[in-house]
């Protein structure tokens, strides 16, 4: 087995990626990891509150570079993508320079981006999204995804702004919120489009109730993160996303 260092750059108040993201990774049939984080300050998912997280990025990305990662996801989808159209391409290409100048060329990989990215692998461009922002944020996120030639044809926001609590939302409420969108004509559903909103024991069951492919913010990082580093992606019982194709 191969083994690789996964940097994580992280909301203070985020406590879910740092769940989801081993345990998805764990399932891996070739490959080890170890995760190392470093922290944003953010309690409030609000503008103000996302552009001064933002700010702390230089530090946060020296300090997990100190551990010689191999990879480096950037793990707050909103803060990118409330910044406006093609944000996480700018903020990705800023990190790769910021190590460039160190001497290291680790993966480097957004939320944000890893989305886009999943999306594209699976063929969708018409997809739902379940998002436990307030409703103006949320706006934010689909505009940022209509801009990358993204359709949503539906989506909800849980209007829940403390990001602490975000992590606490049990998963009927956002069943729920997932059945009660329309999804006629769909590709697929974003079960969560927030690394913060638990959401891993939900997205092979949405994939059956509802006949399409279920992927969350954490999946498409996962995706992303094994297809940069030239591994297999291949993590059972994560949805067709990390499934691979059978001929």
Not at 96 to 121: M, Y
């Amino acid at each position: 087995m191969t083994h690789h260092r996964i940097g994580l750059v992280v909301p203070s108040s985020n406590v879910t990626v740092e769940t989801e993201m081993p345990r998805l990774l764990a399932r891996h049939p070739s490959a080890t990891f170890s995760f190392h984080s470093s922290r944003m300050r953010m309690h409030t998912v609000s503008a103000e509150e996302l552009r001064a997280m933002n700010a702390q990025r230089g530090r946060c990305v020296d300090e997990v570079g100190d551990a010689g990662v191999d990879a480096i996801l950037y793990a707050c989808l909103v803060a990118l993508m409330a910044q406006g159209t093609g944000e996480h391409v700018r903020t990705e290409a800023a990190v790769r320079e910021q190590l460039a100048a160190r001497g290291a060329e680790p993966l480097v990989v957004s939320s944000a981006g890893a989305l886009v990215t999943a999306l594209r692998a699976l063929g969708a461009r018409r997809i739902g999204l379940v998002m436990p922002y307030l409703a103006p944020i949320a706006r934010l996120v689909v505009d940022y995804l209509s801009a990358d030639d993204l359709d949503v044809v539906a989506w909800t926001a849980l209007e829940v702004a403390d990001n602490a609590e975000v992590g606490c939302i049990p998963g009927d409420r956002v069943r729920a919120a997932a059945r009660g969108l329309d999804l006629t004509g769909a590709d697929a559903l974003v079960i969560s489009a927030c690394v913060q909103m638990p959401s891993l024991d939900l997205v092979t069951e949405a994939e059956a109730e509802l006949g399409l492919p279920v992927l969350s913010a954490a999946t498409a990082g996962a995706f992303t993160l094994l297809d940069g580093l030239g591994l297999p992606v291949e993590l059972p019982g994560a949805g067709r996303l990390l499934t691979p194709v059978t001929v």
